[in-house]
């Protein structure tokens, strides 16, 4: 069965820094590790993905102030220079070829 363990939201200022983490267990094969944000009512948008263990992709939003990394099954995101307009719900994506698996959601606060 495969688990998503997320940690990391919280409460920060503008400008401050957080590090959300995804650790994931009992998967098979992963194609791709990534985060996606979505306040309620609007769709889910992408904040970033690793694929393959090396590509990145970031939405425009985030690129230049975050940065995803993986070690083994645990992604890290360093979310830097953080906005008011960041603060969001966010989830943890695993993909592996014929599956995609979401985590619970972290509560990301940015407010001064």
């Known amino acids: 069965q495969v688990q998503l363990v997320e940690s990391g939201g919280g409460l920060v200022q503008p400008g401050g820094s957080l590090t959300l983490s995804c650790a994931a267990s009992g998967t098979i094969s992963i194609n791709s590790m990534g985060w996606y944000r979505q306040i309620p009512g609007k769709h889910r948008e992408l904040v970033a993905i690793?694929?393959?263990?090396?590509n990145t992709f970031y939405g425009k939003d985030v690129e230049g102030r975050f940065t995803i990394s993986k070690d083994k099954n645990t992604i890290y995101l360093q979310m830097n220079n953080l906005k008011p307009e960041d603060t969001d719900q966010y989830y943890c994506?695993?993909?592996?070829?014929?599956?995609?698996?979401w985590g619970q959601g972290l509560q990301v606060n940015v407010s001064s």
């Open positions: 690793i694929s393959n263990g090396v």
């Open positions: 994506s695993v993909r592996e070829v014929a599956a995609e698996y």
